[in-house]
């Protein structure tokens, strides 16, 4: 895998021609980024800078069917490096001869930004209002994966790009790179060895499930780096060590505190809820965090945080001319100028931004000369205008104060004392209402009463009995009313059930008839005052389940079918075999319990499947296809009853000790004979199936066979052994 460039060293792929860029922090040395498993080198060429990806774990045709699979998704914003070219001796064979080290290299753009990763290592820190654009970036892009049926496969923060940080006008905000384990509805899974990482459930993750607890802990990363003692309290390169996972742990405490503090109770719950997930399956849907996100007003406006600095592995030079830019732009050409002259220092030569640059100087010099040789001029232009303005504003706000005084004439006492039609010179007026003005309002801040700390629990069965939550926290005994509130549902009117307190309010729902599908975050509302970030989720089925059973070993139950895509079973639309068959369902599918009423049955509806057209199907399933437990056994062989035959036992030993008596009973013996093994004795059976054979010395041991009438042996009678003075009997069963 190891590829050593030299600086500016010129690769032709596609007839294009590429060369290799000088690394920004390290003179002398070739721009190469050292992985786990692969290098990314950059590289320029007319139209701009591109990633090269050298790795060595798929080393065959399945890397670019892949990559000719997840080619479409590079139309979404924040994947633009799904748009990638796999290098091969078929198509580039020149370069492939005479690089051998970069057949089945990845071409695709280069994503400018940090990592998240970076300013996690560095602490650098976020504003709110970028610590919650981030989240919702992320958040967004994730639940378009989700809605596809795909998942990135190994979510950490050394994979999330930040390109919003460093250019305001980027077409996303978040960008996600090492797309190789992405896979999903109509995106095959390569063969990678399973990713070690601390954003990773302890329980490795099934199906589609994959990237909730990743994607969870990060966006609950970006969420609390704006908090100084989130920021000081990290692990390392990530928040939470991977000891720290699912154990409530100090970090588990800072991070919650700082959650509730800053967004509000909702997101605080939204990561005890992933604490308390068994699997990765467990976890909140990437959608639901969609809906418990706060809004932008409560990022409250502060003191902006200094952005962070470019990253080392970041285009310098590309920075200092968005920063010339941006200075450009806010009315500071001086700044500017030195800016642009400090980037074109640091310009290769060859690079196809020298041109731009040195025009841009040109301009602006000319700018400065310009506006130097009319400042004189301007500033006595301006002085009358700025004159006029004055005044004009004076008498309109003069103009304004009498208007209201007169408008709230009839609202106060008269004074008695003076004559109505004369004012005194000396009377104190009330200060002037102030004009209104254009500066948007900021929005309401609800002043509670009351403080909430804790909900038990956040999400709720609707079907269960009887359906009601907890309320913690201080000043309860003031609520009288209590709604949950949801877009496009009704309100729903809560009960304070008896034995409440001051710090803990118990709310009983009634019987509900909402048409409610999958689970909805509803808000709460406590004194007809929505409790910001305080949120239970309704649902509308038992539990989730990741479908075991449907395995090809269980055919013989007639419950199992197969096709291309291996094993599956058809849902029933009622709880009987007899029943009509509906949509096909195969292992590692989620569904939702919607119920367990009938014996051995599950309502079910499916969550997700790699046919997506099948989500949100229903019908009826025997519940060891769902749990693998319980399965029916195998049918017992049937086994062919043994043929009749002769069985022999030695009644005495009361015959002649050179003789041998053998009595046969249960079927006719007639035409039968017996012989002694070996010697030529034997003897016809009578009428009544007995034969007698003498001639043995005394007490010999000897082996007898018995024939039928076709001289046949007779199953049973074949080598039995015996000796003299013997009476051996035989029955025929």
Same mark, same amino acid.
């Given at each position: 895998?190891? *590829? ?10 596609d %007839? ?13 040395r070739p721009? $190469? ?7 990314v080198?950059q590289?320029? /060429? ?15 045709q /399945?890397?670019? /069917?892949?990559?000719?699979q ?17 290098i ?5 064979p ?27 290592h ?11 654009? #981030? ?9 378009t ?12 923060? !050394? ?6 940080l460093?250019?305001?006008? !980027? ?10 384990t ?5 995106v #095959? &899974? ?18 589609l ?6 994607? !969870? ?13 989130v920021?000081?309290?990290?692990a +390392?390169d ?21 959650l ?5 109770l909702?997101?605080?719950?939204m ?41 080392s ?20 050409p001086?700044?500017?100028?030195? @800016? ?26 000319r700018? #400065?000369?310009d ?15 700025? +004159?006029?303005?004055?005044v ?9 104060? $009498? ?14 004392a003076?004559p ?9 007026? !009330? ?5 209104? @003005?254009? /500066? ?14 804790r909900?038990?629990p ?7 009995t ?11 005994? +003031? ?5 949950? &509130? ?35 975050? *509803?808000t ?35 419950r ?7 094993? *599956?079973?058809? #849902? ?32 079910i &509806?499916?969550?997700? =499947?790699?046919?997506?057209?099948l989500?949100?199907?229903?019908g009826?399933?025997?519940r ?37 008596? $053998?009595? $046969? ?5 007639? %035409? ?12 016809? *059976? ?7 054979i ?12 018995v024939?039928?009438?076709? +001289? ?12 003299? =003075? ?8």
């Amino acid at each position: 895998m190891s *590829f050593q460039p030299a600086i500016d060293e010129q690769l032709i792929i596609d %007839g294009i021609s590429y060369q290799v860029c000088a690394h920004p922090a390290l003179p002398g040395r070739p721009f $190469i980024q050292e992985g786990q498993y692969s290098q990314v080198v950059q590289l320029r /060429t007319a139209g701009g800078f591109v990633a090269l990806k050298i790795q060595d774990q798929i080393r065959d045709q /399945t890397l670019s /069917t892949h990559a000719t699979q997840i080619q479409p998704l590079s139309a979404i914003p924040g994947l633009q490096v799904a748009r990638r070219m796999i290098i091969t001796t078929a198509n580039q064979p020149a370069l492939t001869t005479t690089r051998p080290e970069l057949e089945y290299a990845i071409l695709m753009p280069w994503v400018y930004g940090p990592p998240w990763q970076e300013l996690i290592h560095h602490r650098r820190p976020l504003s709110a209002a970028q610590s919650l654009s #981030l989240a919702r970036a992320l958040t967004d892009l994730l639940v378009t994966l989700e809605q596809r049926g795909l998942v990135h496969g190994d979510l950490q923060a !050394a994979h999330v790009m930040l390109p919003g940080l460093i250019d305001p006008g !980027a077409a996303a905000p978040i960008a996600l790179v090492d797309l190789e384990t992405m896979h999903g509805v109509g995106v #095959l &899974r390569l063969p990678l060895p399973q990713p070690v990482s601390p954003y990773h459930h302890p329980v490795p993750a099934q199906g589609l499930a994959g990237d909730r607890f990743n994607g !969870a802990l990060l966006i609950l990363e970006l969420l609390g780096w704006c908090d100084e003692e989130v920021r000081n309290a990290a692990a +390392g390169d990530s928040f939470f060590a991977h000891d720290d996972l699912l154990r409530t742990s100090e970090r588990y405490h800072i991070l919650r505190e700082a959650l509730a503090r800053r967004w509000g109770l909702g997101v605080a719950q939204m990561l005890e809820r992933l604490w308390q997930s068994s699997t990765p399956m467990n976890c909140p849907q990437l959608k639901e965090w969609q809906a418990i996100l706060p809004s932008p007003a409560m990022a409250a406006v502060e003191a902006p945080v200094p952005p962070p600095s470019p990253p080392s592995l970041v285009d310098p030079v590309g920075q200092l001319i968005a920063d010339a830019t941006t200075l450009h732009e806010q009315g500071q050409p001086a700044q500017a100028l030195a @800016t642009y002259r400090s980037a074109l220092d640091q310009l290769p030569a060859h690079d196809p931004r020298v041109g731009q640059v040195m025009q841009t100087i040109d301009t602006l010099e000319r700018e #400065l000369a310009d506006l130097k040789a009319t400042t004189p001029s301007t500033n006595l232009n301006w002085s009358v205008p700025v +004159g006029i303005g004055v005044v004009i504003i004076v008498l309109l706000a003069v103009l304004a104060t $009498i208007g209201l005084n007169r408008s709230s004439t009839p609202t106060m006492e008269p004074t008695p004392a003076l004559p109505t039609a004369v004012v005194a010179p000396t009377e104190t007026v !009330a200060p002037p209402t102030p004009l209104p @003005t254009a /500066t948007p309002q900021p929005s309401p801040v609800y002043v509670l009463s009351f403080q909430i700390d804790r909900i038990v629990p956040t999400d709720l069965y609707i079907r269960s009995t009887p359906l009601e939550f907890t309320v913690q926290g201080v000043g309860l005994a +003031g609520v009288r009313t209590a709604t949950l &509130r949801a877009a496009g549902y009704e309100p729903i009117a809560l009960t304070i059930v008896d034995g409440s307190s001051d710090n803990e309010l118990r709310l009983r729902l009634p019987d509900l008839t909402l048409p409610l599908a999958g689970a909805i975050p *509803f808000t709460l509302e406590l004194n007809d005052t929505p409790v910001p970030g305080a949120a239970v989720t309704l649902r509308d089925y038992i539990s989730v389940r990741t479908v075991a059973g449907v395995r090809a070993e269980y055919r013989y139950t007639g419950r199992i079918e197969e096709d291309g895509q291996g094993p *599956f079973a058809r #849902l029933y639309t009622e709880p009987a075999t007899t029943s009509a068959l509906s949509d096909p369902i195969r292992n590692g599918d989620e569904v939702e319990i919607l119920s367990d009423q009938s014996a051995g049955w599950y309502w079910i &509806r499916i969550r997700t =499947s790699n046919d997506q057209s099948l989500s949100g199907r229903s019908g009826y399933i025997e519940r060891w296809l769902i749990d693998n437990t319980d399965v029916p056994p195998p049918p017992t062989p049937t086994i062919p009853p043994e043929p009749p035959r002769l069985r022999f036992v030695k009644l005495s030993e009361s015959e002649d000790t050179r003789c041998v008596l $053998i009595q $046969i009973r249960g079927i006719n013996t007639n %035409g039968w004979v017996v012989s002694i093994d070996g010697l030529r004795l034997r003897s016809a *059976f009578d009428a009544a199936g007995n034969a007698r054979i003498c001639g043995l010395r005394a007490r010999q041991e000897v082996t007898f066979t018995v024939r039928d009438e076709q +001289g046949a042996p007779v199953r049973g009678g074949v080598g039995v052994p015996t000796r003299g =003075s013997d009476v051996m009997f035989a029955e025929w069963r």
